[in-house]
């Protein structure tokens, strides 16, 4: 690994290690630490850590798992392979299957404009706007039926199964929304129809000069129409506006990576994520 690379793959780890830690606190476990959220919401799962001097071992894994069970969270590991090379043969000795996800991050000469791989406008949602609620509400509807429906390939869930994966956000969560966007550590996006209502969306997280791209999807009944690769090269030209200087985002499998290159992403690495059962993707 050369400097410049060995840099990359350090200010991936320090971001990594970040983003939990404004809702969560931490137990550590000999070279691996549990994000453990304070209050609701999705639960996170437990890294390498960033100080630890050698690699996680299968003890440490062993005794994480135990306390995620105890805690009733699931038994989830994240790590960057080419951080953490050894972690791979001991999660899968542990009997976690591990989702080898390709790791990509943003040649920002290489951008394409959303416009370009789309017809549909994308829009960033404004947190000071009157329907900011409704549309993180759609947002989440449309991932929710998105990721329910893995891979890449049209089906027949449009916008009645988004209506009917509609919630009202609970108070804290749209406040915790609201004020991450507002606090720029959060950029949400959102494709509609004037016939359809929302059909894609995505949502970036931000730690100082660093983004994460994530969540993109797309109905099933909307896809193959450019509307993943748009949502994802508006989210990053917001991000580059806003003065991000690393945008990166892990892809689910290698199909999925081919949209994420259209749009001007380029694989560096991959990104694990063990857990009990087969994994996402
Ligand atoms: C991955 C996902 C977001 C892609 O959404 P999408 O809107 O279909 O994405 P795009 O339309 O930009 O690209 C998909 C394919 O359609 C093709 N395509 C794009 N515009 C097209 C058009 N106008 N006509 C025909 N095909 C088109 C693309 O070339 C791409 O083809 P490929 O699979 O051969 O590379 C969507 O399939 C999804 O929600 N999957 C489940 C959730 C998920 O895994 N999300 C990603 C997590 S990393």
Redo the contacts with the bound molecule.
Sequence with gaps: MTSTQKELFDRLERFYDAVPRDVAHTEEFGGLVLFVRDGAGWPFYARPRLDATESPSAADVADVRQRQRELGLPEVFEWVHENHPDLLAVARSAGLAVLE?PLMVLDRDALLPADR???LPVRILDPTAPGFAADIAARRAV?AV??A??????GGAGPAARDTALIELPLDALDEERNRTISGHRVSALVETPAEGAV?S?MALRVDDVAEI???????S???????????AALARQLLDDGTDLVF?????E??A??????GFRRIGTACIAEPTPV??
Excluded: D, K
């Design positions: 996800a791989l789309a017809s991932a998105g990721f429906a893995p891979g890449t390939a049209v894609a995505g994530a969540g993109i999807a797309t109905l099933p909307a896809r193959r129409r450019g509307l993943g690769a748009a949502v994802t985002l892990s892809a689910g499998s199909e999925i081919r949209v994420y290159l259209r749009v996402r993707g």
